[in-house]
């Protein structure tokens, strides 16, 4: 059927088998995680202009192994559905499975440990002392001295436990007690 010049059911007839398609898209998704993964595997979910570049090079450079040069719409949106159950099948068995879900999700390393740098960490994980600085500021941390623990999370985030947040656990606040009438 053709509308205005277009043609609807050409649009919609896959140019390369969908088996080939889903096979393409699946060993791309868990190339690219695993690369992704061994490679950026410590890196703190700020993005910068290199991660960023790699990024984009990443996906321009696995469009074509992806595609097989298709120009269906049903072929790009098997493809796109594909990488979507894919991501959502590694989660699904980072979930169930405490190996995979120690590779998807690595646990946590220390930074910072009683106001000290852990150097070896930093040193693993690429990251420079003024990086580590950057994210204790964020948490509102100007010195080491005001840090009882940071770790990089294996999501690649800083978290931070200052030591005026550890006090403030120690007392919690007590809720005061609703005022009486002298009705009672």
Known sequence: ????????????????????TVIRGLVTYFSIFLLLRVVLRGKTSAV?????LVLVLIADAA??????QYNSITNGIVLVATIVLAS?????????FPSVQRFVHPERKPLVVDGRVIRTTLR?????????????????????ADVKAAYLEGNGEVSVIRLEDRQ?????????????????
Do not use: H, K
């Open 1 to 20: 059927m053709v509308i205005l010049g277009f043609d609807i059911g050409s649009a919609f007839t896959p140019d390369v088998s969908l088996f080939e």
């Open 48 to 52: 910068t202009v290199s991660d960023l």
């Open 88 to 96: 959502f099948a590694v989660d699904w068995l980072a979930f169930r």
């Open 63 to 68: 469009q074509n192994a992806m595609a097989a």
């Open 124 to 144: 693993e994980e690429l990251m420079t002392e003024e990086e580590l600085m950057t994210q204790l500021r964020l948490y509102g941390a100007d010195d080491l």
């Open 168 to 184: 403030t656990r120690r007392r919690p606040r007590r809720r005061p007690r609703p005022a009486t009438s002298g009705a009672d």
